[in-house]
Nanobody, 126 residues
Framework: QVLMVQSGGGLVQTGDSLRLSCAAS????????MAWFRQTLGEEREFVAA????????FYSGSVKGRFTISRDNAKNTVYLQMNSLRPEDTAVYYC???????????????????WGQGTQVTVSS
């Protein structure tokens, strides 16, 4: 129903910045949420950030708060993740996720989202 196409990512050095993008098609978001998760080999998919679409309220994990910023462009149906002050521990495959409609589901678990992007690798070298 909703196709999420990611772009961005790459190989950077500690302290650098990257901007990830995720464009959704098949649904024009007015409610619901988009989020970013990341996952490394052998680990659970980890919540990074989320944005409630209608209000613009944002949520961050403690490990990225103050360094990462999630934002949206309503006209482009796109969510972004601006990542600053990158660290090696930020290395992961990053996934965008979305859900539609209103819900009282938590923003934090991966199971709270219904649609996923293909993932993009972010590697931060020291």
């Amino acid at each position: 129903q909703v196709l999420m196409v990611q772009s961005g990512g790459g190989l950077v050095q500690t302290g650098d910045s990257l901007r990830l993008s995720c464009a959704a098609s098949g649904h024009t978001f007015t409610t619901g949420a988009m989020a970013w998760f990341r996952q490394t080999l052998g680990e659970e998919r980890e919540f990074v950030a989320a944005i409630a679409w209608s209000s613009g309220y944002t949520f961050y994990s403690g490990s990225v708060k103050g360094r990462f910023t999630i934002s949206r462009d309503n006209a482009k149906n796109t969510v972004y993740l601006q990542m600053n002050s990158l660290r090696p521990e930020d290395t992961a495959v990053y996934y965008c996720a979305s859900r539609v409609g209103t819900t009282d589901r938590s923003f934090y678990p991966a199971t709270a989202y219904d649609y996923w992007g293909q993932g993009t690798q972010v590697t931060v070298s020291s």
